[in-house]
Nanobody, 125 residues
């Protein structure tokens, strides 16, 4: 199982970015993908999750209505469209994979045995 996040960068408040998570070595039929972020000195925060087979998406309250998660199963890629970005969205974002059985715990890192490297998102005020 391999995961690679990309698409981060520096953007002004109110701007947008789209993150990509390229996955290999497993099928989206069996796994769900979650996006997490970690700011300096803080614990990782579950941002969003998608289980394509279950047609289920989840969002943290802090990003609901601004971020949209989607997947392209043909490309084995999950996207996180981030709009109306705020300085408090600044963090390293990474994607991770878990079993679909744990959809109810989508925001907890311990259910994600597979994690990719992160991509830095910086939002200036």
């Amino acid at each position: 199982v391999q995961l690679q996040a990309s698409g981060g960068g520096l953007v002004q408040a109110g701007g947008s970015l789209r993150l990509s998570c390229a996955a290999s070595g497993f099928s989206f039929d069996d796994y769900a993908i979650g996006w997490f972020r970690q700011a300096p000195g803080k614990v990782p925060e579950g941002v969003s999750s998608i289980s394509s087979s279950d047609k289920r998406t989840d969002y943290a309250d802090s990003v609901r209505g601004r971020f949209t998660i989607s997947s392209d199963n043909a490309k084995n890629t999950v996207y996180l469209q981030m709009n109306s970005l705020k300085p408090e969205d600044t963090a390293v974002y990474y994607c991770a994979a878990r079993s679909r059985r744990y959809n109810s715990f989508w925001y907890q890192t311990r259910y994600y045995p597979h994690r990719g490297q992160g991509t830095q998102v910086t939002v200036s005020s």
